[in-house]
């Protein structure tokens, strides 16, 4: 945790005082050509505006200048954790993302159903990206193996690609891929990294052994190539960093993962970015630390869909009065990251951010833009500085020394 | 030491440019709801305002985003030191406050005159707020006692409050604290963190069993409370990390221990601002480095005072002639923290900051303020990194490398 979680710890204190932390994936971008503006300069903002006029503003890098974050640090530094020491492991990650619950001890592993031919060569690293139905089917197949007193469950996740989960005694994630990432060659042996993984290689060279007959008549899914093996990781939880009662509201899976890896609780929500206002309204009595998380512009600027990328944010905006009615102390608007639609993907930029409270100490800052947030009081800070701000400005952080 | 303490001592060298720290506690606000202006931007302060036109400015966090300090971390953070790993223990804190000059292995503890009933419950955790005349009558009874060879010396700080020194071999601070922080209970037993703290606990409760039977008659003081047990922090001094020949001039006593703390010689002044101005220009010829300490903004923004705080700016900025007349080679002026007169309190938001040399890089910042300062070319910094940049600025760091 940037700041040292210890530190944050020592100083933070409960009290009645409500933040709202809301996080649209993907918010910074980069301008169109044609118009010098980006996404968020081209949208119609006025709510978001006004809170920037209101409130401070910045930009905040999530890792550091230049690196591009996945989803997994992105939201760890907004909650207040050093992503690069709390990284968590991508068959974890993928585990989270579809809500499976990791248990201490598990290793998990991202996995592909693929083709190999009579020789046991790969010709398919994604078996003809079979249907995410016919992935479910192929799962069950493999589901529930047992070796050597190590139990496999397999999840599917989308068209070839599967999670496993290797349940037992003593497993090390420290393991080589199976994967060779190209296709004319065999998968390869999984082998330990140090000695004391030999016995999970040797476990889980036997599965995909197993899992290569089981499937030997399910061309063109007649092999798996599995990757990122990982354990859970081990962070302190929000609660007992920030003593908050927080509740986190995510449509996708992969946020309510993130969330609940950090002890937050996960509302029942519906599908449509109304549905989690709606949540927010109906449990803002019952907690006092809200995440709230808006993935549409990111997949819009993932698709390269500048125009819909604008689109969300105005609806996120008309959303806004919603929330901000309900008055919380601290209302904190940023992303995980920016996702400019000319890129098509995630990117290094850093990302816009605003702080409102009653002490904030507003800036001249009058829109909630790239642009404009340069010349903020926030400056450029690091994601992870934002929830020891937003606790600040709820009064709910203590003087350091005397 | 915020850039690595070795660092900077590696790169050090002595010359005989000088440097002026002016240091205005408290010096960062928050806007007045009825103006939109903070103090600094309230107070008419045409010197400052021309030193920052000719100067650099910005914005610094003592601590980190988010962390108020208090005196001591704010303090040591501009001295150049970490403020975190840095940070000294509440009763070196409170003993450094009223000038007692620790030596190397004492045990200090901050004390309570309390209250308790016929049966030792507390009914007053502080006697009443006994005056300060009384509490050094009492403290004389208390002051000299020697237990298994520790002398125990105990110091009036104000009202009910006193500082206590433990002196002996082998004393360790790692104890738990005999004041239960409320009234209805007896006051706790003294117990060791740590085993080699056992010694130490057994004395520290030996003392408070024979304050107890010697203050017997003295209700409502008829007992002491102990707290934040510490000994002297080692640091290097800034002789050491910047080959300096510093000088403190500072009215209070707590300013006048930090500074010695880091090595400082501190100079004999008068109680007013006109007089620690005087002190720097009689002393100028002597001492390449001054540490010039003003309190009054920080009394008052801690009183709520808004109007008295904005005066004590514009008496500072009428003293500065005097000061930029010396033609100090840099001369930086900053706050140890924040203390809006609105949160009657030090806070968390950053400082401004500024530094004039010949060499400084001017930026386009005409007035000396919180919103001005936020588009200065600094950007937002750490107070640790202000001891680097003046030591530059006065051509006192040589090159990092080949």
Chains 1, 2 share one sequence.
Request: proline letters at 6%.
């Amino acid at each position: 945790m940037k700041n040292g979680t210890d530190l944050i710890k020592d100083l933070s204190i409960s009290s009645p005082s409500k933040i709202v932390m809301l996080v649209i994936d993907g918010l910074g971008g980069l301008p169109d050509p044609h118009t010098g503006r980006t996404e968020l300069e081209t949208a119609r903002t006025p709510n978001l505006d006004a809170l920037a006029a209101g409130g401070i503003c910045g930009l905040a890098d999530p890792v550091a200048p230049g690196v591009t974050p996945g989803s997994g640090p992105g939201h760890l530094a907004l909650f207040g954790y050093d992503p690069v020491s709390s990284n968590i492991g991508r068959g974890a990650l993928e585990a989270v993302g579809i809500d499976i619950e990791l248990q201490p001890g598990d290793v998990a592993a991202r996995g592909n159903f693929c083709t190999i031919d009579s020789k046991g060569i790969i010709t398919d690293r994604r078996a003809g990206r079979i249907s995410t139905e016919k992935c479910a089917e192929l799962c069950k197949i493999l589901d529930g193996i047992s070796i050597d007193g190590v139990k496999i469950m397999v999840y599917p996740v989308r068209e070839h690609r599967f999670v496993t989960v290797f349940r037992g005694k003593e497993l090390n994630p420290e393991l080589t891929e199976s994967d060779p990432s190209r296709t004319g060659v065999a998968p390869e042996s999984i082998t330990a990294e140090h000695p004391e993984a030999a016995g999970t290689a040797n476990i889980a060279n036997k599965f995909v052994d197993e899992a290569k007959s089981r499937l030997a008549e399910h061309k063109p899914a007649n092999m798996i190539l599995l990757r990122g093996f990982a354990k859970k990781p081990r962070f302190p939880t929000m609660q007992e960093i920030y003593k908050l009662n927080p509740l986190a509201i995510a449509v996708y899976p992969m946020y309510r993962g993130l969330a609940r890896l950090v002890g937050m609780e996960v509302a029942r929500t519906g599908t449509t970015l109304e549905d989690e206002f709606k949540t927010l309204r109906d449990n803002y009595n019952k907690y006092d630390f809200f995440f709230l998380h808006v993935k549409w512009t990111d997949s819009a600027g993932e698709d390269g869909d500048f125009a819909r990328k604008v689109k969300v944010l105005e609806q996120v905006d008309e959303a806004l009065p919603d929330l901000t009615s309900l008055g919380p102390e601290v209302l904190a608007v940023t992303g995980d990251h920016s996702t400019p639609a000319v890129l098509k993907g995630h990117s290094w930029h850093p990302v816009p951010v605003l702080l409102c409270s009653k002490y904030c100490r507003t800036d001249a800052v009058k829109a909630f833009s790239e642009s404009a947030c340069v010349a903020g009081g926030l400056g450029r800070i690091q994601s992870a500085d934002i929830m020891p701000l937003a606790m600040a400005n709820a009064l709910k952080l203590t003087k350091f020394g005397a």
